[in-house]
């Protein structure tokens, strides 16, 4: 049997942490599992994954600015290098697939991991991008483009429900789905909730994510807001590469990355959780029914978009980074509410698929 290539984007680690259900399953079914990533995502997966073949894929590296009206600003100026990107890492997919025997692609997000000869799948929730602003203006040929980039892989897995809204709205819910258009449920790392203890350890937990310079300035605004208490406050810092444990006050810890047993128990040990609307984090938050507040990335207009599509829902609540900022550690205590899951996650859907899949090699 030939093996499996699976390769995330590389904007910070929620594209890898989704793929592990996919990983695991494929495993399950007797799959040769090669993994393929760059930055954090290759340190995600040599720590979770030390004994699979693991390729060092390099990817474009995004950037938002700092403060102002223009926080897309550089994602613009760089669209030019990110086509080069797509075109290089095609090129080295082709050399890949002959040196690795690989027979079957599935990339999350990375549009130039395609081959015209071998089974190519795409995971994504973004099949209706979303813009602010009066970069609204060049939305449609931004989705005209983003379709285009659709065109060569053979199907496109969508993590989410197919039943609107579904976790992710309008964004993965177009008008029209073509049959290679296919949902496979929300994709999360954790497999059961993890309701917080009688009386957690933990006052806060906040979880921080994305990529540079916003990962660093909202831990920074987060050591601001815990340093000196009266809260006691784990910072997580997604940084699966590291492994430090920093004390910065009585109050304080930060921690670098940890295993997805003790991130589990830190959750439960935790009594508010304070993270990005990144995607795959909702999904874990479904996953694991916990609530949380939620700080939509400046400039991110997925994260708004997500922010505001579960501004309703009991089980987060929504502030601006600004907003963060001023305000004191008590605003983002959520009052406890009994957490309803209207729609279940159902695994067999994406055995069916990885069965399938396995059927072709």
Not at 59 to 68: C, E, L, N
Not at 111 to 129: A, E, F
Not at 153 to 172: K, N, R, T, V
Request: proline content about 9%.
């Amino acid at each position: 049997m030939k093996k499996v290539l699976i390769a995330p984007l590389n904007w910070g680690i929620g594209h890898a942490t989704r793929c592990v259900p996919i990983i695991e399953m494929l495993m399950g079914l007797g799959a040769e599992v090669v993994l393929a990533g760059h930055g954090l995502v290759y340190d995600f997966f040599n720590n979770r994954y030390p004994g699979l073949e693991l390729i060092m894929l390099p990817g474009h590296i995004v950037s938002y600015q700092t403060r102002g009206r223009r926080l897309m600003l550089p994602v613009v100026k760089g669209l030019p290098g990110y086509a080069l990107s797509l075109y290089k890492e095609h090129q080295i997919l082709k050399n890949l697939v002959t040196t690795h025997k690989i027979g079957f692609i599935i990339s999350d997000n990375r549009y130039g991991l395609w081959h015209p000869d071998i089974p190519s799948v795409l995971i994504t929730h973004q099949i209706k991008v979303r813009i602010n602003g009066l970069w609204k203006l060049g939305l449609p040929m931004v989705r005209m483009t983003t379709h285009w980039f659709f065109h060569p892989f053979d199907e496109i897995w969508i993590p989410d429900y197919a039943p609107q809204p579904g976790l992710a709205g309008q964004l993965s819910h177009p008008r029209h789905t073509p049959n290679k258009f296919k949902y496979i449920g929300p994709l999360s790392r954790f497999d059961k909730p993890a309701p917080k203890l009688p009386h957690p350890q933990y006052d806060f937990l906040a979880l921080v994510s994305g990529p540079e310079p916003q990962r660093t300035i909202f831990e920074n605004i987060l050591i601001r807001l815990f340093h000196s208490g009266p809260y006691k406050t784990i910072i997580l810092r997604g940084l699966p590469g590291h492994a430090d444990i920093i004390r910065k006050s009585p109050y304080l810890t930060l921690i670098s990355h940890l295993p997805d047993d003790q991130f589990y128990d830190l959750v439960r040990n935790s009594a508010q959780i304070i993270c990005r609307p990144g995607y795959s984090t909702l999904m874990d938050l479904m996953a694991l029914q916990r609530q949380a507040v939620l700080v939509p990335t400046p400039g991110q207009p997925e994260q708004e978009y997500l922010a505001s599509l579960h501004r309703t829902n009991s089980q987060f609540r929504v502030f601006s980074q600004k907003e963060i900022e001023i305000l004191p550690p008590q605003a983002f205590i959520m009052p406890e509410t009994s957490l309803v899951e209207t729609q279940k996650y159902n695994p067999e859907i994406l055995e069916k698929t990885c069965s399938t899949l396995l059927k072709i090699l």
